[in-house]
């Protein structure tokens, strides 16, 4: 599973170097007050997502904001938005933060989401814990300095009770996971992240894929809280 992810300087660099459609102002907006929290998303937070807004969605936001629909019939164009991480459990119990990739699009709760509610998850890395309570930290492998680092996470949204909330996608953990814990994020490369953002994605391929290998840290069990 994956329960903590994390966001460093960055992360709207590298995100803008695939997406260059990301309007440069969002990365401000929507980066900048998650690096102040040293850049760690837990579960019920609200975080950064990417996403491709259709024309429709867009024709309801500026209704919405009052504003004029000049674009009316534009192209899909992506967007990043800021959604809660969590779909409330079963009455309101808990939440549920990710979903099978052999079984999300077999469950009611995921299906109509993952087919047609995709979004990107970006991230530096994220924490895993053993059977022995051991934290570890996966990340791309890469430069030392980690600088150009970017994990894109698979994951889709819809909105709940007024909110809009997301849920990553989890798979078998591969060859570098694997010891620490049986599953993993499903993990995107750019070619296959703008893929899975497209209408006619072929997502049952993807939802089989098996991602990158990556870089692991062993961590100190205080480290993770200073």
């Given at each position: 599973?994956?329960?903590?992810?994390?966001?460093?300087?960055g992360?709207?660099?590298?995100?803008?170097?695939?997406?260059?459609?990301?309007?440069?102002?969002?990365?401000?907006?929507?980066?900048?007050p998650?690096?102040?929290?040293?850049?760690?998303?837990?579960?019920?937070?609200a975080?950064?997502v990417?996403?491709?807004?259709t024309?429709?969605?867009?024709?309801?936001?500026?209704?919405?904001?009052?504003?004029?629909?000049?674009?009316?019939?534009?192209?899909?164009?992506?967007?990043?938005?800021?959604?809660?991480?969590?779909?409330?459990?079963?009455?309101?119990?808990?939440?549920?933060?990710?979903?099978?990739?052999?079984?999300?699009?077999?469950?009611?709760?995921?299906?109509?989401?993952?087919?047609?509610?995709?979004?990107?998850?970006?991230?530096?890395?994220?924490?895993?814990?053993?059977?022995?309570?051991?934290?570890?930290?996966?990340?791309?492998?890469?430069?030392?300095?980690?600088?150009?680092?970017?994990?894109?996470?698979?994951?889709?949204?819809?909105?709940?009770?007024?909110?809009?909330?997301?849920?990553?996608?989890?798979?078998?953990?591969?060859?570098?996971?694997?010891?620490?814990?049986?599953?993993?994020?499903?993990?995107?490369s750019?070619?296959?992240?703008?893929?899975?953002?497209?209408?006619?994605?072929?997502?049952?391929?993807?939802?089989?894929?098996?991602?990158?290998?990556?870089?692991?840290?062993?961590?100190g069990?205080?480290?993770?809280?200073?």
């Amino acid at each position: 599973m994956c329960s903590r992810y994390l966001i460093g300087d960055g992360t709207f660099e590298a995100l803008k170097e695939g997406f260059f459609e990301i309007l440069d102002e969002e990365g401000e907006d929507f980066f900048l007050p998650f690096l102040s929290l040293r850049g760690d998303i837990r579960p019920s937070m609200a975080a950064p997502v990417l996403l491709r807004e259709t024309s429709g969605e867009r024709e309801m936001a500026e209704r919405a904001d009052g504003r004029k629909e000049q674009d009316a019939g534009a192209p899909d164009r992506l967007r990043m938005k800021k959604y809660i991480w969590g779909f409330p459990g079963v009455e309101g119990k808990g939440l549920i933060i990710n979903a099978r990739c052999e079984t999300a699009l077999d469950k009611r709760l995921f299906a109509e989401s993952v087919q047609k509610r995709r979004c990107l998850i970006p991230a530096v890395g994220f924490y895993e814990w053993s059977e022995r309570k051991d934290p570890y930290f996966f990340a791309p492998k890469g430069p030392e300095d980690g600088k150009g680092r970017l994990l894109l996470m698979a994951g889709f949204y819809r909105k709940w009770e007024g909110q809009e909330r997301f849920v990553i996608l989890t798979t078998q953990a591969n060859a570098s996971v694997q010891g620490v814990h049986p599953r993993m994020p499903l993990l995107l490369s750019m070619e296959e992240a703008r893929e899975w953002l497209r209408e006619d994605c072929e997502v049952s391929r993807l939802l089989a894929k098996t991602p990158e290998e990556l870089m692991r840290e062993p961590l100190g069990q205080l480290s993770l809280f200073l």
